[in-house]
């Protein structure tokens, strides 16, 4: 059996690797142009095959027989070629869904569930929604309910981000300000890259429970690779295949005091995982032209900051990378998303003594017990990990492997 993925912009979709997890039949990815569609789907090679955005309306009515759910909700993710050449068109999308919303805990019977956007994935959420017993609004740029009146709404429990607004890489990015719904209870983004939408992001902080798509994801293929098989597939797979995504595509990202080691022990982790290793600092000089010291010197503090923020943003948004960072990294708090959207933040904790000052303007202008005094307390609040520096760098990146794994 031929099976794949039909959308017009694949390039960064985990399909092909989830249903290589879920099954042994060949999957593969085709993108197309509108015009492209319709002699695809009635005479193409795929004999079943997955529909993304924005084509999920565009076949609906070449099928030849629809599920239920299909035509309840007016759209089609997956398609089944018959042996009499019929299409069989469903829609596993709304198993997602619900298994998003189950596995992150959300009780939302009987709850106002605000619903962003109006398109194929917004239908799908709505009834999905509905099914649960709770009551969607949907908000939409215009109509009855709109971003512009969402003071109207501010008793809502739930938002489910159905748009692709914070998608990479036009991220971090927020389709609205949770601050103006002081009772809500969970926050769904269907986008999955980057891992942590700034919508998410400011759940986290306030901490709100929070999911993002990527559970949707797996379980809707998994359900449609029943449908593709004729068989059924173990809810346990789901699970293995979403550790698996988050293991190989999460950033690990490496702050400290200046001279911890982090440049050191990024580059021996990097090697041992098998990933591109980023040092934050040499990109930065790499791009300007010039040392990081002497930009520091001639430019001043501020100006290097502000560099260092553009190289965050750039880095942050790469995944199953290993990121080293300058020792001031935290020193400004926009920093903290671009990092943290896409990775897990490792603290290298090397006493104070050990640090060396050598070729560092900064760490020879205030003294390390100073610099210490003022960042140890924001590395601590950054990081997902604290790790202390062993008695070499290969201690200390395998003692952070152990923590990983954990």
């Known amino acids: 059996m031929r099976c794949g993925l039909i959308g017009r912009k694949l390039g960064h979709s985990f399909s092909p690797e989830i ?8 999957y593969a990815l085709y993108e197309l142009e509108p015009e492209d569609v319709e002699s695809f789907v009635r005479h193409g090679e795929a004999e079943a095959f997955n529909v993304t955005i924005p ?5 609906l009515p070449m099928m030849d027989e629809l599920s239920e759910t299909a035509r309840r909700i007016g759209s089609v993710n997956t398609v089944v070629r018959r042996p009499d050449g019929t299409l069989y068109g469903d829609n596993t999308d709304a198993e997602g869904m619900r298994c998003m919303f189950s596995r992150a805990g959300f009780c939302m019977k009987g709850k106002k569930v605000l619903v962003l956007g109006s398109g194929g994935s917004s239908r799908t959420a709505v009834d999905v929604l509905r099914g649960l017993g709770a009551s969607p609004v949907v908000i939409s740029r215009s109509g009855e309910n709109h971003y512009g009146n969402l003071h109207l709404h501010a008793d809502a429990a739930y938002i489910v981000n159905t748009t692709p607004v914070g998608m990479y890489p036009a991220c971090p990015a927020r389709p609205l300000d949770i601050d103006l719904f002081p009772r809500l209870e969970g926050v769904a983004d269907i986008i999955y890259n980057p891992a942590r939408t700034q919508l998410l992001l400011d759940a986290e902080a306030r901490g709100i429970p929070c ?14 690779a029943e449908i593709f098989l004729g ?9 293995e295949i979403i550790r698996k995504i988050e293991t190989a595509t999460q950033n690990i990202i490496l702050i400290g005091m200046p001279g911890c080691g982090k440049s050191t022990v990024g580059a021996l982790l990097a090697k041992a995982l098998d990933r591109p290793f980023l040092d934050a600092d040499a990109e930065l000089s790499r791009e300007d032209g010039r040392p990081v010291p ?32 300058g020792g001031g990294v935290v020193t400004r708090e926009e920093n903290y998303p671009l990092l ?7 603290y290298i904790d090397r006493p104070v003594e050990e640090l060396s000052c050598e070729g560092r303007p900064i760490s020879q202008a205030k003294s390390p017990a100073v610099l210490a005094a003022e960042r140890i307390p ?29």
């Open 294 to 325: 002497e930009i520091i010197r001639t430019d001043g503090e501020e100006a290097f900051r502000r560099k260092e923020t553009e190289v965050c943003r750039r880095l942050g948004m790469r995944s199953g990378c290993v990121i080293a960072c």
């Open 378 to 406: 924001l590395y601590r609040a950054w990081c997902d990990i604290c790790v202390a520096s062993g008695e070499s760098p290969e201690l200390t990146a395998k003692e952070i492997l152990k923590e990983l794994n954990q």
């Open 231 to 239: 068989e059924s597939i173990s809810p346990e797979k789901v699970e």
């Open 19 to 26: 249903h290589r997890e879920l099954a042994d039949y060949p």
């Open 340 to 346: 943290h959207q896409n990775g897990r933040i490792v």
């Open 211 to 224: 999911t993002n798509g990527l559970s949707m994801l797996v379980s809707q293929a998994r359900a449609a």
């Open 55 to 59: 084509y999920k309306e565009l076949v």
